[in-house]
């Protein structure tokens, strides 16, 4: 299958055996072209020939990202992990910005409807400060795509971002407020809402800002200060293109070309079934230049109809990425 045509079908999956068959084409083409990759499959003894189904194919662990340059061809942008000064940021060496943009704004109107619609805002201030951020480009591009002239980046100017949400809030312009926990935290300490028209949609971590947090009591604190109902998530890593979202109670639904899967925490190579906790894997079907299986350090549990949970991090793991919060 080429390439291009392997692009269009991804964003066109409607069902499980769509799905697995793309997932069968990328573990071929990534094999055969990462060498990385193809050494760890090799070293489990597994014969690439003889897997027919996307469960069983090896997923390679994230901290890979850290020590290797995983492409194939030349990277057009490499993306950064948030990370810390103490540990070794992920690098994600991005061959076709276009097929990311392709992903988070098809994979946000799925769920949310178009993205002209809105008013963006973005309160991001630890991605833009380290530089290289995938939310940052992602966040950019729906800034610019609202084509909203208040759509816009805030850094620090708590009372400039208050005035500007409760303003597009009571002319009920439909708003979003995507922000980084600790600074949505910093903004409700500064000043009170009682919003009607603005999704609040949080992306985790407290990134040295403030004690972590788990996500219920983050989320009745942001209810609280927002004055909303439910409180919006999403959930990506620097590794990934596509992001999941979240409406509600921090369960996590995930597009057509992305997928989930609970391996036992004590045998990796063992997927766990639907209800049961263990280590987050995850395809990523956008990844076609890079990696798209990954074991991730995350915790969770699955539901029926890909939906998920984020229940914390392996004990040994940074603190790193998108939606990160302990529970």
């Known amino acids: 299958m080429e390439i291009k045509d392997y692009q ?13 068959e793309m997932s069968l084409v990328a573990f071929d083409y990534q094999y055969n072209r990462i060498d990385i990759y193809r050494q ?57 910005l276009n097929l990311y943009e392709t992903s988070f704004i098809t994979g ?27 939310l940052v480009y992602m966040a950019d591009k729906l800034i610019r795509e609202s084509r909203n002239k208040d759509s816009g980046f805030y850094l620090n100017n708590l009372k400039e ?57 983050l989320h009745q604190r942001l209810k609280m200060g927002f004055g909303l ?10 590794e990934l293109l596509s992001q999941a979202y979240s409406k509600s109670k921090g369960i996590f639904e995930t597009p057509a070309w992305m997928k989930v899967l609970i391996r036992d925490v004590n045998d990796p190579f063992d997927i766990l079934p639907n ?23 995350d915790l969770g549990k699955l539901y029926q109809n890909q939906y998920f949970e984020i229940l914390g991090r392996f004990d040994d793991s940074d603190i790193r990425g998108c939606n990160l919060l302990i529970t």
């Open 8 to 20: 269009k079908r991804i964003f066109k999956i409607d069902n499980e055996d769509t799905f697995n």
């Open 40 to 96: 760890f499959v090799d070293s489990l003894k597994v014969n690439p020939k003889s897997i027919e189904h996307y469960s069983k194919i090896p997923f390679l662990p994230i901290s890979f990202f850290k020590t290797h340059n995983i492409i194939t061809g030349n990277a057009q942008v490499i993306f950064k992990s948030s990370g810390t000064t103490a540990f070794n940021r992920s690098q994600h060496f991005v061959k076709d």
């Open 108 to 134: 946000f109107e799925n769920f949310y409807g178009s993205i002209k619609d809105y008013c963006v805002l973005a309160l991001l201030p630890s991605y833009i400060e380290n530089g290289d951020s995938s």
């Open 161 to 217: 971002i208050s005035k500007k949400l409760e303003l597009m809030d009571s002319f009920g312009q439909k708003t979003l407020l995507l922000g980084v926990s600790y600074a949505l935290l910093d903004l409700i300490d500064h000043h009170q809402f009682q919003l009607i028209n603005t999704i609040v949609m949080e992306t985790g971590g407290m990134k040295g800002q403030r004690k972590e947090m788990i996500r219920e009591d």
């Open 229 to 238: 109902e439910n409180i919006h998530s999403e959930y990506g890593m620097t």
């Open 275 to 297: 209800g049961q906790s263990g280590g987050i894997n995850i395809i990523d079907l956008t990844n076609i230049y890079s990696l798209s299986f990954i074991e991730t350090k």
